[in-house]
């Protein structure tokens, strides 16, 4: 049974300051990984999806990188903002069109 | 602007009663899928449809119903044998039917509680 671990829970890290959250999974079978940001009481904001053909993607401040081999996936914020204060979620798809979703890192941007 | 429109954004259900929860979507998209999320946990799958008519279950479909019977609009009913259904549920759509493919839009969830 896949399981998504995020480790971890919560994070504060200072304003400016470029970061790594980390997402590792128990089967590297999948189809792609994504990562969404949640706001709180909001719902969930794709913000990049890997395909399991590919290593990485970026969005502006944000990269995201897979390796499947390793059963693990970061996704890496360059700058921080305080606007970046959210919880930050990773899910794979795998077969039998499942998406496992991690329980989220509560990043806190420090101003 | 296009999106997934969850209604209410906070429902109360007393004992013994049925609520439903409404989601559209006016992105043209063909899957739509239903979600609990409680304190600290991930997203876990009550039901999702790929298609008008046909819907599938989920990790956790006892004590849910749910129908698609237009492709906009796929209400979630939480009926009186789902015996702890205080949590955030978050509906979600995915354009084409090739399965989790592809990313996926949520709606900004409702909020059911008990009285």
């Known amino acids: 049974k896949q399981e998504v671990t995020q480790i971890p829970a919560a994070l504060s890290v200072p304003e400016g300051e470029n970061l790594v959250l980390n997402c590792s999974f128990t089967d590297s079978a999948i189809y792609n990984l994504q990562w969404f940001r949640q706001d709180p009481g909001k719902g969930l904001t794709s913000l990049l999806l890997?395909?399991?053909?590919?290593r990485e993607q970026t969005s502006g401040r944000l990269n995201a990188s897979l390796d499947k081999s390793s059963g693990r996936s970061t996704l890496y914020i360059a700058a921080s903002q305080p606007g970046d204060s959210a919880t930050y979620l990773c899910?794979?798809?795998?077969?039998?069109?499942?998406?496992?979703f991690g329980k989220g890192t509560r990043l806190h941007i420090l101003p | 602007d296009g999106g997934i429109t969850q209604s209410p954004k906070y429902l109360f259900r007393k004992e013994g009663q049925n609520v439903t929860l409404s989601c559209e979507q006016n992105l043209n998209h063909d899957a739509m899928y239903w979600y609990r999320q409680d304190p600290g946990q991930g997203l876990r799958l009550i039901y999702y449809s790929q298609i008008v008519n046909d819907f599938q279950k989920g990790d956790i479909a006892e004590g849910y119903s749910v129908s698609r019977e237009k492709k906009e609009s796929f209400p979630l009913t939480v009926t009186s044998a789902q015996k702890n259904p205080t949590a955030f549920y978050l509906c979600?759509?995915?354009?084409?039917?090739?399965?989790?493919?592809?990313?996926?839009?949520f709606g900004d969830g409702t909020r059911l509680s008990i009285l």
């Open positions: 899910a794979n798809g795998i077969r039998d069109d499942k998406i496992i």
């Open positions: 890997i395909q399991s053909s590919q």
């Open positions: 979600a759509s995915t354009i084409g039917t090739g399965g989790f493919g592809q990313p996926q839009h």
